[in-house]
């Protein structure tokens, strides 16, 4: 069965290299089907975003236990958004069912780490969910303008940009090969061990949905427990 499983990963991701990165990437990736250029522009943009948006904060002391707060909410988004529409197909949110069609489909328990460069457009998210996401961020930071004035606004758009930085670093260190330099990112070793049992076809709609730390996995009891199964990485 395992046998089966590897030979359908190992199709699709002939699929996605040779066929859907060249002819089908479009606008979803800017029209760029080089997967390392690819990371260099999405690092550049969420950076840009990051400086820019920091540059309209007037950087307060009550601004350190903000910071906690907006990151356990962001941790609630990145929760709801994996465990849902990205595993579940949902009303306009169609399109980020293609986690489970594209993502998992490139990844899974045997074989859950990048070979090509190509690979890098099945692990990096297509720029609309950073349009999406930025959409409901500015939706979200609306009240705070309103009630407290710009830099408070600016101050929760400012977390959100780094927590989708977070998020787009550590998963990429999940699933890159032990020569690179993003193994190194802190907590990445630990926290990727929750991801890659995610990639576990049999768990993947039901565990370890949080991406980054498991706080809400805790919390909603979807978390596994990783004592309970072999380690993937010195699976033969
Ligand atoms: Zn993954
Ligand atoms: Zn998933």
């Given amino acids: 069965m395992r046998g089966v499983v590897m030979d359908k990963t190992e199709s699709f991701r002939k699929y996605f290299r ?20 690819y990371i260099r522009v999405v690092f550049a943009i969420i950076l840009t975003l990051c400086v820019g948006l920091a540059s309209q904060v007037d950087f307060r002391p009550h601004h350190l236990p903000l910071f906690f707060l907006y990151f356990v909410i962001a941790n ?3 929760y709801w958004i994996h ?56 939706v979200g930071s609306l009240p705070l303008f309103i009630l407290f004035g710009s830099s408070e606004g600016y101050f929760f758009l400012f977390v959100c940009a780094v927590y989708y930085l977070l998020y787009e ?15 190194f990112v802190p907590f990445s070793k630990s926290l990727g061990v929750n991801h890659l049992i995610h990639h576990r076809r049999e768990l993947m709609s039901k565990v370890n949905f949080n991406i980054t730390f498991p706080l809400f996995d805790h919390l909603f009891g979807t978390k596994h427990n990783p004592s309970h199964l072999p380690r993937d990485r010195s699976e033969p």
């Fill in 169 to 183: 670093v550590l998963h990429y260190s999940y699933h890159c090969r032990d020569d690179s330099l993003f193994r």
């Fill in 76 to 78: 609630l988004v990145e």
């Fill in 18 to 37: 040779e066929e859907y990165v060249p002819r089908d990437a479009g606008p979803r990736f800017l029209y760029i089907t080089n997967g390392r250029l």
């Fill in 83 to 138: 465990r849902y529409p990205m595993h579940r197909k949902m009303p306009l949110l169609g399109f980020m069912f293609e986690h489970v069609t594209i993502h998992h489909a490139i990844f899974d328990r045997d074989k859950n780490l990048i070979e090509d460069d190509r690979d890098l457009m099945g692990v990096f998210l297509p720029i609309l969910y950073l349009f999406s996401i930025s959409a409901g961020a500015v």
